[in-house]
Every structure is written in structure tokens, then in C-alpha cells.
């Protein structure tokens, strides 16, 4: 009896060292991440202040001519502002309503065996490396667009919104086809019950209740079509153009980091600095674009969840 007792507390001894363990090594975990992010941000923004005292703040966001690395050296940010958020508005022009469409497919129309086949190559769409989709975009879609639009240039804007709404679609069919799974059978039985359709309750009554959830895929897509870097390097060139043409070369902040980091630019250089700058400028945005989302989300909070 008492070697029992004893057995027994030392399962219990040992359930608390073991649940002790767990706590203090997923704490761990936290913390790293939570020291990486500090290191990031520490890093950039002390090689941007060192940027900040030879380039003026007013020339940074004051002008719209972007030449760092020839004399004289301009550093207006807009050209490169300007490339980012036009091939993001394209990019998301094309992931954002396809995605939602295949979203709403999969969860409300799709037989289970087409779900079965889709889900899968959704996910294999959505794990092919950035370069491979570049090179699609150099050696497919910018031909194509040529021979509909003889005035595209061999790298161009419109080419690359093309392959990143590609990238980002199965981002957002995922999302939106788990938020809508996510909405009770009963919301949409009681569409049925007041004579509605199939269509008008996947638009009218599971699409409402499941916003909060769609609301944040689509934030979460512009922000990973904001930060690309290879696709758009190689499909919209490296011309630092303030335009709103998408047939034309133009470059983003990404691409920028890109074209310098991989030169022979001097450590140390304004112009190794610039890229720094640069980088803190894309942090700001996106964290801009998740505060956004959790705004909407918040605001768009279904009663069902």
C-alpha cells in the first residue's frame, strides 16, 4: 500500500517537472522571437539614423528623383513608393477576388472529392519557390502581354502584379475557406429555412458572418505582395520610375535592397546605408498594414465567432 502511495507521488513529481519544462522552453521560444525582432529593428534603425544625418529628411520624402548610386546622388524615396504600391494594387487586384471566389468554391459549392484535388494543388501553388515564379513571369506573361500590348517592355510592373497575385491567391482562398468553414451549420440552415438559395446564403449570410476572418486574409496578402523581393526583381526590372503605367520597368524598395546588397556597394557608403533606410521604411509599412488588419478585424468581428 505505502509502495503504491509512493508511486503515485512520483508520477505527480514528475508530471510537474515535465509541465515545468514545457512552460519554461515554450517561454524560450517567445523570447527568441521576441530578442530577433528587437535585433532587426535595433540594427535598422541605427544605420538609418546614421543615414538620416547625411540625407536630409526633406530630400528623402520631399523629392521624387531616386539615383544613390550616381553623381549627383539623389535620394527621393517616391519612385521606389511608387513601384511597391502599384504592383501591390495589381497584385492584389488579381489574389484578392480570385482568392475570396476560390475560398467561397471550396467551402460551399465543391463536391468533396473536387475539394480533395484542389486543396492539395492550392498548397503545392503555394510552395514553389519566388525565383521559379519570376522566371514564369519573364518567360510567359511578359510575351503574352506583349503581343496584346506591343508597348510592354521587357520588364514591366504589370507582368510582375500578375505573377504576385498569382503567389498570393492560394494564401487567400486558404484563409477565407477556413473562416468560412468556421461559421456554425445552424447560421446558414436558417438561410435555408427563410427560403433562401445556396448562392444567396454563401453571399448574404456565411460571407457577413465570416468577414472578420476575409478581412484579414486580404490584409495579410498585400502585406507578403508588399515585401516580395525575387518575383518582382525579375519581372519589373530595377528602373526607379515614378509612374502609374504597369507596361513600364519601374523598381520597389525590395528589389532596391536586392540590386545593392548584391553589388560590390562599400560598407559603410551612404548608399549601403540607403538600403537600410529603405528596409526601416518597409517595416513601418507593414506593420502599418497589420495594425489595419487588426483594426478591420475588430471592427468586423462576427457575433457568430
Excluded at 531616386?66 to 521606389?80: D, N, Y
Excluded at 535592397?257 to 526601416?280: L, N
Aim: proline share 5%; aromatic share 10%.
Amino acid at each position: 500500500m505505502n509502495q503504491g502511495v509512493f508511486l503515485n507521488i512520483s508520477r505527480v513529481k514528475i508530471a510537474h517537472i515535465e509541465e515545468a519544462f514545457v512552460k519554461k522552453a515554450l517561454f524560450l521560444c517567445a523570447a527568441l522571437s521576441v530578442i530577433v525582432t528587437i535585433g532587426i529593428i535595433t540594427v535598422l534603425l541605427g544605420e538609418t539614423i546614421d543615414f538620416f544625418r547625411v540625407v536630409s529628411l526633406g530630400e528623402f520624402f520631399g523629392t521624387a528623383t531616386w539615383a544613390p548610386m550616381f553623381e549627383p546622388r539623389q535620394f527621393g524615396i517616391w519612385p521606389l513608393v511608387g513601384g511597391t504600391f502599384l504592383i501591390t494594387f495589381g497584385a492584389g487586384l488579381i489574389g484578392i477576388p480570385g482568392g475570396l471566389g476560390v475560398g467561397m468554391f471550396l467551402n460551399e459549392f465543391a463536391p468533396a472529392s473536387v475539394r480533395a484535388i484542389i486543396k492539395p494543388l492550392l498548397e503545392i501553388l503555394a510552395g514553389i519557390p519566388t525565383v521559379v515564379y519570376g522566371y514564369f513571369a519573364v518567360t510567359v506573361i511578359t510575351p503574352a502581354l506583349q503581343q496584346l500590348l506591343p508597348d510592354t517592355e521587357i520588364f514591366n510592373a504589370a507582368s510582375a502584379a500578375v505573377v504576385v497575385g498569382i503567389m498570393v491567391l492560394p494564401m487567400v482562398a486558404s484563409l477565407c475557406d477556413d473562416a468560412l468553414r468556421a461559421v456554425p451549420r445552424s447560421v446558414k440552415e436558417a438561410g435555408y429555412a427563410l427560403g433562401a438559395t445556396k448562392c444567396e446564403v454563401a453571399i448574404q449570410v456565411t460571407l457577413p458572418a465570416a468577414l472578420s476572418g476575409v478581412i484579414a486574409s486580404f490584409i495579410l496578402a498585400l502585406s507578403r505582395a508588399f515585401g516580395e523581393t525575387m518575383a518582382v526583381t525579375l519581372a519589373a526590372g530595377s528602373t526607379p520610375r515614378l509612374t502609374l503605367n504597369p507596361l513600364q520597368s519601374v523598381q520597389t524598395l525590395t528589389s532596391y535592397i536586392v540590386q545593392v546588397s548584391t553589388g560590390d556597394t562599400p560598407q559603410g557608403s551612404i548608399e549601403y546605408k540607403s538600403i537600410f533606410a529603405v528596409g526601416m521604411l518597409l517595416l513601418v509599412v507593414t506593420l502599418l498594414f497589420n495594425m489595419l488588419a487588426y483594426v478591420l478585424v475588430k471592427r468586423f468581428r462576427s457575433v457568430y465567432e
